[in-house]
């Protein structure tokens, strides 16, 4: 894994598609993105000014060996080309260990979210209606509770900069056709228990995760984009799990906790851009949470 921190990927041999809070996207040809991680990281939807070395690559090995646990249930998006044999070579150093190479997919504009325990919004919800995103669940839950069943709760995909919209399953039938609806819950609820098992054998709970589809040519569905890392998940190590509170994270947790408390010009920040400059202490612990997560996964 590299240690030289990349905030943004520079290539010019290829045709930039988006920048988003992590990846840059670049076209290869008309069929194939490549999908590099940069070392930024996001918290309330604000990317920070610093990066957090080592990051990017953390994050595209563990979606690899993700991928690679999940491969029998859905298909996913990765080619298996190496993203070295599509850039100038003296960007090799940008991509390298970092980078995906994928289909290029038509997107489905939901994120398909599967919860296993009560926590962050929804916990929240329930505390007020005894139900989340309209699955109405029993009484007497606390905050990190199990629930009996894991639970799929969509989200409306926002724009870069702004939150995703919490959305019942009735609204992504309107949206995308009953029967792909149906089709996303069930694969993402096949998935979250698949990868919850291997997890909770490596001593991490995955309390929640978010899935993200498109369409193939064919219209066959596809797993794209990321997949259960500590940026689209939330990871708790089982050994200091407890019912009732907030279980420490493996994931962005400690660095929201830090701007929770983080001030600007002598003001509370108001989780709007620009984030706080982050101390070098809080850039270290965070990425060392991160390489934590992965190295109890692939032991």
């Not at 606390?142 to 870069?160: D, G, H, M, Q």
């Not at 399953?169 to 949206?175: H, I, L, P, S």
């Not at 066959?220 to 200091?240: G, I, N």
Request: aromatic letters at 8%.
């Amino acid at each position: 894994m590299t240690t030289t921190a990349l905030h943004t990927s520079q290539l010019t041999s290829l045709p930039l598609l988006a920048r988003g809070k992590v990846r840059d996207n670049y076209a290869v040809g008309a069929d194939r993105i490549l999908m590099v991680a940069s070392d930024r990281i996001s918290a309330f939807d604000v990317i920070m000014g610093q990066p957090i070395p080592g990051k990017g690559a953390l994050l595209t090995q563990m979606a690899l060996w993700w991928f690679e646990q999940l491969k029998d249930i859905v298909p996913n998006h990765l080619t298996g080309d190496a993203p070295e044999t599509v850039v100038a070579p003296g960007e090799a150093a940008q991509v390298a260990g970092r980078s995906m190479l994928v289909k290029r997919l038509k997107p489905i504009p939901v994120e398909a979210v599967v919860r296993g325990y009560l926590a962050g919004s929804g916990w929240k919800e329930y505390q007020e209606s005894q139900s989340v995103c309209g699955v109405a669940l029993p009484a007497g839950l606390k905050n990190a509770s199990k629930l009996p069943a894991p639970i799929y709760t969509p989200a409306a995909k926002a724009a870069v900069g702004e939150h995703d919209e919490n959305i019942t399953f009735e609204r992504t039938a309107e949206m995308i056709g009953a029967d792909l609806a149906a089709k996303i819950r069930d694969v993402s609820i096949q998935l979250y228990q698949r990868a919850a098992g291997i997890a909770l054998q490596k001593g991490i709970i995955i309390a929640d995760t978010k899935f993200e589809f498109g369409l193939d040519d064919a219209g066959q569905l596809v797993l794209m984009d990321e997949v259960l890392t500590p940026d689209s998940s939330r990871y708790w190590p089982a050994d200091s799990y407890q019912e009732g509170s907030n279980p420490p994270s493996f994931d962005k947790q400690f660095l929201r906790d830090w701007l929770e408390q983080a001030q600007v010009d002598g003001q509370p920040w108001g989780k709007t851009a620009p984030a706080p400059k982050l101390p070098d202490d809080v850039i270290a612990q965070t990425a060392a949470k991160y390489r934590e997560a992965m190295e109890r996964l692939v032991a």
